[in-house]
Antibody, heavy 121, light 108 residues
Framework: EVQLVESGGGLVQPGGSLRLSCAAS????????MGWVRQAPGKGLEWIAY????????SDADSLRGRFTISRDNAKNSLFLQMNTLRVEDTAVYYC??????????????WGQGTLVIVSS | DVQMTQSPSSLSASVGDRVIITCRAS??????LNWYQQRPGKAPKLLIY???NLQSGVPSTFSGSGSGTDFTLTITSLQPEDFATYYC??????????FGPGTKVDIK
C-alpha cells in the first residue's frame, strides 16, 4: 500500500523554525517527484513546494518569499520541508504529496494525513 | 502566473441531484487540469486528472470536461459520500501547481 506519513508539526513562536518530514512507503520513492501542500484553518489548498525525483529541480510558491526549503533523502525514502522565519499566517495543516505523471501530465496522489503547524506566541 | 477561479463557491443539493462545478483559468492551460475531493476532516483525494481521466476507484458518477480556460466537474447523481469540497488544480505552468479556491457541496 502506498503511504505517506508526515511528522514534525507543532507549536512554534513567530520567527522560529520547524522541519517537517514525510516518510514514504509502498512505492519506489526515488522514481517520483514529491511536493508539499498546506491548508490554513477553514481555508483552501495552497501548493507550496515541489522537488523532482533526483532533487535536480525544485520550485516553491512565490508567497513563501524563499523562507521554506524542500529536500529529500532517497536512501531513506523521506521528504523534508525546512521552514524558517515562520509567521502567524503559516499556521496550517501541511500535506505531503506524491506527484504522479504520465504523458506530460502531473497530479498529486496520494496525500498524507497531514501535520499541523501552529505559529503563535 | 495562472490564476484559477471556481463557481459557485458553494452549493446545496439533494441526494440524486446532478451537480456541475465550473473552474476557469486566467490563461490557456490546454488540458492540464485536475480535480480533487476533500471530505470534512480528511486529506484531499484525486478524482480526475488531465481534465477527464478518472482516478482508479473513483465512481463513474464523476466526470470532467473542458479545455483551454473553461472546465467542468459533473456529478451525475449525488451520493451522501459526495458532500465535500472540490478543488481544481492547474499543472500547465512549469513546476507551478495552482489550486482553485474550492466549491463546497452540502446537503439541501
Amino acid at each position: 500500500e502506498v503511504q505517506l506519513v508526515e511528522s514534525g508539526g507543532g507549536l512554534v513562536q513567530p520567527g522560529g523554525s520547524l522541519r517537517l518530514s514525510c516518510a514514504a512507503s509502498g512505492f519506489t520513492f526515488s522514481s517520483y517527484s514529491m511536493g508539499w501542500v498546506r491548508q490554513a484553518p477553514g481555508k483552501g489548498l495552497e501548493w507550496i513546494a515541489y522537488i523532482s525525483s533526483s532533487s535536480r529541480h525544485t520550485s516553491d510558491a512565490d508567497s513563501l518569499r524563499g523562507r521554506f526549503t524542500i529536500s529529500r533523502d532517497n536512501a531513506k525514502n523521506s521528504l523534508f520541508l525546512q521552514m524558517n522565519t515562520l509567521r502567524v499566517e503559516d499556521t496550517a495543516v501541511y500535506y505531503c504529496v506524491r506527484v504522479g505523471y504520465t504523458n506530460g501530465f502531473n497530479w498529486f496522489d496520494p496525500w498524507g494525513q497531514g501535520t499541523l503547524v501552529i505559529v503563535s506566541s | 502566473d495562472v490564476q484559477m477561479t471556481q463557481s459557485p463557491s458553494s452549493l446545496s443539493a439533494s441526494v440524486g441531484d446532478r451537480v456541475i462545478i465550473t473552474c476557469r483559468a486566467s490563461h490557456n492551460i490546454s488540458n492540464y487540469l485536475n480535480w480533487y475531493q476533500q471530505r470534512p476532516g480528511k486529506a484531499p483525494k484525486l478524482l480526475i486528472y488531465a481534465v477527464s481521466n478518472l482516478q482508479s476507484g473513483v465512481p463513474s458518477t464523476f466526470s470532467g470536461s473542458g479545455s483551454g480556460t473553461d472546465f467542468t466537474l459533473t456529478i451525475t447523481s449525488l451520493q451522501p459520500e459526495d458532500f465535500a469540497t472540490y478543488y481544481c488544480q492547474q499543472t500547465y505552468s512549469t513546476l507551478i501547481f495552482t489550486f482553485g479556491p474550492g466549491t463546497k457541496v452540502d446537503i439541501k
